[in-house]
């Protein structure tokens, strides 16, 4: 589950604090410290990360992407008095070669992903993200996007929305939900993330309701995941950002449950293979690793930072250096 789905008690008091910021800061410095370097931030979300990296490496410039407009919006005013050291685009992240490539960069020396849904956009109520808030049922990050978590609830047949509750929320639960999902449409469209929340609640079992937190959790991330195509991006973007990486060029992320963090794990986990062919006697440079993993498996945030940020309860950070081109 996405941490930052769990609005928490006082959100406004760690609305904007970045995740992991030190050691997101720590293992991108190597790769950008002391000459002129260029890093991708592929979710810019508020801009905090962005801004610490900046203000740390004077020659450093920033790509900034990001799918909401209104995001991009309140980065620019942060991250303006740093002129033309920034470029902040309209895009999701699975385009940054493309974006690059508008921009003249051949090669980056840092990539940043900060995945899930942002700060801005679960502390805005009307955007529809947190099942604590009531709201219309939109989920959209782009607010330009036509599909809304309002569409899938009323239009997707009960197995193909079950399907999207169990692989995206991975809901045991999920034909029992979209069963009464589709009794209830049948009399009025859903409309609201409270009627929604409290429908899913009722649909599961009580003994179940007792733990892991509000019963709706799962199935507001599955249906974010739907309305965004967050999955199929990601699954394009590591890769994509990849191939980017200069030699000593280094890529993060920053994942919030198991669905990014494995698609994050297999592709840094290919690239840092050896692939020469079995039953040759020395292994082949061509086929070396592509990439050095640099924390051991995933870290977690401390027991500090989780207590000054709940939102960092869940994030999981994976970190590769490229140590050769490819072939």
């Given amino acids: 589950m996405d941490a930052r789905d769990e609005t928490p008690p006082t959100a406004s008091s ?8 030190e050691r997101v800061l720590a293992l ?4 950008l410290a002391d000459k002129p ?3 991708v931030d592929a979710t810019l979300g ?25 995001a991009l919006a309140r980065s620019q005013e942060r991250l303006g008095r740093f002129g033309e050291r920034i470029h902040l685009v309209h895009a999701v992240y699975d385009r940054m070669p493309e974006v690059l490539a508008s921009l003249g960069v051949a090669g980056v020396d840092g990539v940043l992903f900060d995945l899930g849904v942002s700060s801005m956009q679960l502390d805005v109520a009307q955007r529809g993200f947190a099942y604590a808030q009531d709201a219309p049922l939109d989920m959209r990050m782009d607010q330009e996007a036509e ?5 899938v609830v009323n239009t997707y047949p009960v197995p193909e929305l079950a399907r999207v509750l169990r692989e995206y929320g991975e809901e045991r639960f999920a034909l029992r939900i979209a069963q009464a999902i589709d009794r209830t449409r049948r009399v009025a469209p859903l409309r609201s993330t409270a009627e929604l929340a409290e429908l899913v609640r009722d649909a599961i079992p009580a003994a179940t309701r007792r733990h892991g937190g509000h019963p709706a959790k799962r199935t507001f991330q599955a249906l974010r995941i739907e309305v965004n195509g967050e999955l199929e991006a990601l699954r394009a973007a590591v890769p994509a950002a990849l191939s980017e990486l200069r030699v000593g060029g280094r890529l993060l992320a920053l994942s919030y449950h198991s669905l990014e963090d494995r698609i994050v794990k297999r592709a840094l986990a290919e690239l840092a293979t050896d ?23 995933s870290e977690s945030a401390s027991a500090a930072e989780t207590a000054a940020n709940p939102r960092a309860a869940s994030v999981r950070l994976r970190a590769a250096e490229r140590i050769r081109e490819a072939v």
């Fill in 28 to 31: 991108l410095a190597p790769a």
């Fill in 46 to 70: 508020l801009g905090g990360h962005a801004e610490a990296l900046l203000g740390t490496h004077p020659q450093l410039t920033l790509v900034g992407l990001d799918r909401d407009p209104a």
């Fill in 37 to 39: 370097a260029v890093v």
């Fill in 147 to 151: 599909l809304t978590a309002e569409t």
């Fill in 275 to 297: 692939t020469t062919p079995p039953g040759l006697p020395v292994p082949l440079t061509e086929h070396g690793p592509q990439l050095r993993l640099l924390v051991r498996g």
């Fill in 14 to 21: 760690a609305a904007h604090v970045p995740v992991l910021l």
